[in-house]
């Protein structure tokens, strides 16, 4: 239709000749970064050759070439934010697992074949999944609602062999009709974007997974409303957005949280108990306060973790505060994310800064107080703690930066705990005085000159932070510039 040979498309797409015609005559897919080129020859947009448009109008500038960690980041974001498994998604793309983790690493680009079976699956636009930055801008709600109506199914060429022959006005075009997959999501998944909706889905879930699609402020929710009474067993995902202002008290046996699971008596924290995985949440301006409290367990995620993992969590600007009964055998474990860990458990790429934890009686860790491997192996890697306090009254008591105290099953596990870094600024001790001493049995950490904190190659080479869901653009330490998610502020 524009009048173009072989030898001119060949000429623009850096093909020879032989190739555009084996194109055209057996049918085909191109790599994903000719693309640009083929719209700005032929005047069209995405929107138009995906679409087999041959009549549309000319886009108003040229296509820019396709910035790979651009489309990656995308396509790990939709996948995650609709809940599709790896091999789900290679299953309505017709490519194998591999593939899509291959993808989604960006160890290789998927084709326009595949590109195409991408945006029918999520119910974007081929410039929004290419060009637009969906983690930073993406409207949530607007890609959900579309993902409901997704677009028509296209009787579909082999790609680009039909495309160009449609586009050439040949006389005959072979067509391969789409079928398009079936899925079951297996366990339920509930999206959460006000804090009533997430009290409700923590009371009525339990092995599926949450997902949160707008900060959440619980200023004006009494916690004391969740049913912590069992372990949390499915998946809690932040999903990049900050949960704040959550505000845990209580006193005595009237705390918040108690739970009468022997495995998790006296358990506080977001959860209770963790059997599943919290993932990609920063927790903001969080406050535990227990007065009065006997052989009880803390932690800002969770109290007790026995089978599950804590990923990608950040606290700011947060305390824990502990005070126990007046009783000599009265013991506490305070832990910064999770109180104690019963094994088979990880925590890992998480961090806390500007914050404060404290404990009166009881082991102390800045990560987890106390780690024991009855049920298996415990990890922690990749956290890092800055600008926090982290105190134990009883010098008789184990305190460490990352775990509080283990014991011979897990100090024999040391190497599992070589990636835990703290800035020169953080301030710990116990008794009447920081003096800045780790007690026996408690894991301390490395300590880290803080400039470290400014750097991106630290963070992504030194604890293994992945950013496609951490930030880690203009850091600055000194003004409180932390690493952050994707949908944080």
Known sequence: MLGLTQRDMALALGYTFQAISKFESEGGALPLSVLPSLANTLQLSYTD??????????????????????????????????????????????????????????????????????????G???????????????????????????????????????????????????VTPRVSAKFNDGASTTYVSTSTELVEAINTTNTGSIV???????????????????????????????ISNLSIRGQG?????????????????????????????????????????????VGAVAGTIFGGSVENVIMTSSSINVATMDDEDAKTIVGGLVGISLGNSSIEQCAIFESSLSNESGYMGGIVGWAKDFLGKFSISGCVLGKTEIYSAKTSQCLGIGV?????????????????????DVVFGSGSNYSGQFSSGAMGGNKTETSLFDSREFYVNDLDFSESVWNLNDLSYENGVYPRLRLQD
């Open 49 to 122: 050759i995906f679409a087999r448009n041959a009549d549309g109008e000319k886009p108003e500038v040229q296509y820019e070439p396709i910035d790979v960690d651009v489309f990656t980041n995308n396509i790990v974001f939709l996948r995650g934010l609709t809940k599709y498994s790896q091999a789900q998604e290679a299953n309505y793309v017709e490519v194998s697992k591999r593939s899509i983790i291959n993808y989604e690493q960006g160890a290789s680009i998927p084709n326009t074949k595949v590109v195409e079976g991408l945006i029918e699956l999520y």
């Open 124 to 174: 974007v636009t081929p410039e929004e999944i290419i060009y637009k930055d969906l983690i930073k801008e993406a409207e949530r709600e607007a890609i959900l609602e579309r993902k409901k109506k997704l677009a028509p199914s296209w009787l579909r060429p082999t790609m680009v062999g039909g495309l160009i022959l449609l586009l050439y006005g040949a006389a005959s075009l072979i």
């Open 212 to 242: 949160l699609l707008d900060d959440i402020d619980l200023s004006e929710t009494n916690w004391a409303e969740v049913d912590n009474s069992r372990a949390f067993a499915g998946t809690f995902d932040g999903n990049g957005h900050t």
């Open 253 to 297: 046996d009237d705390a918040q949280l108690t739970s009468d699971s022997s495995a998790m008596r006296h358990s506080y924290g977001f959860f209770s108990g963790l059997r599943g995985t919290v993932k990609d949440v920063c927790f903001d301006n969080m406050s535990i306060t227990l007065a009065e409290s006997d052989n009880c367990v």
């Open 404 to 424: 509080g105290a283990g014991g011979e099953q897990t100090n024999e596990k040391s190497e599992d705990y070589d990636k835990v870094y703290y800035g020169e």
